[in-house]
């Protein structure tokens, strides 16, 4: 009565390698076309036998502002070797290092010098999330922190240039004393964060 069955430890099996075909796959895969913006981050994972890795992610945003995943890879640490290395993988595949406009990533601070050599016409953008979060871990209290990060969050939604620059003043006249070290994070990384506003509004 057991025959047609399969038990959960096969299914698992299956899945890990058909999982582990598509991976390498999608490793092979070339670029066939240039993103006008790359989306890149690190992501940290524990690997069993491998301790602590780092994955370096990209995703492409095309000029109608349709987003994708276009390459992914392990390394040890997130250092500019590291960095280099996988940027020009990127190119290695396909990428024509040319045509990328902005890169956008969280503030590491070396990061912007090598993307400004790889990418010699793209601008660099801060990630607002990492912004608004690197902010609020300099507030203790929950509820203020979460009060501070959501109007930081709408201000960054402003519809317009004119828009952003009256939300940030509301924005700064509530926030400005209350978490001076909070919103002193924000300020210093203003210039950096508003960037997209350079770009047509469906590209971001």
């Not at 991976?23 to 076309?33: D, G, H, S, T, V």
């Not at 524990?46 to 000029?63: E, M, S, T, Y």
């Not at 909070?182 to 469906?202: M, Y």
């Amino acid at each position: 009565m057991f025959d047609g069955l399969i038990s959960s430890m096969t299914v698992s099996r299956r899945v890990g390698e058909y999982l582990v075909e598509r991976l390498r796959a999608f490793e092979e895969k070339r670029i066939e076309k240039t993103p006008m913006i790359l989306v890149v981050d690190g992501i940290w994972l524990k690997i069993k036998g491998k301790g602590k890795r780092v994955l370096l992610c990209a995703v492409g945003i095309d000029k109608d502002g349709v987003s994708k995943i276009i390459h992914f890879e392990f390394y040890p640490d997130e250092s500019p070797e590291s960095w280099t290395d996988f940027l020009e993988k990127l190119i290695d595949i396909g990428l024509d290092p040319t045509l990328v406009k902005l890169v956008v990533s969280d503030c590491i601070r070396w990061l912007k010098k090598i993307v400004s050599h790889i990418f010699p016409n793209a601008k660099w953008q801060r990630c607002i999330f990492h912004l608004i979060m690197d902010a609020g871990y300099k507030i203790k209290n929950y509820r203020a922190k979460r009060s501070f990060q959501k109007m930081l969050g709408w201000v960054f939604k402003a519809p317009s240039v004119r828009a952003f620059w009256e939300r940030w003043k509301k924005f700064k006249d509530k926030w400005q004393w209350r978490q001076p070290k909070a919103f002193r994070i924000v300020e210093l990384g203003l210039d950096d964060a508003t960037v997209f506003f350079q770009f047509p509004r469906h590209s971001y």
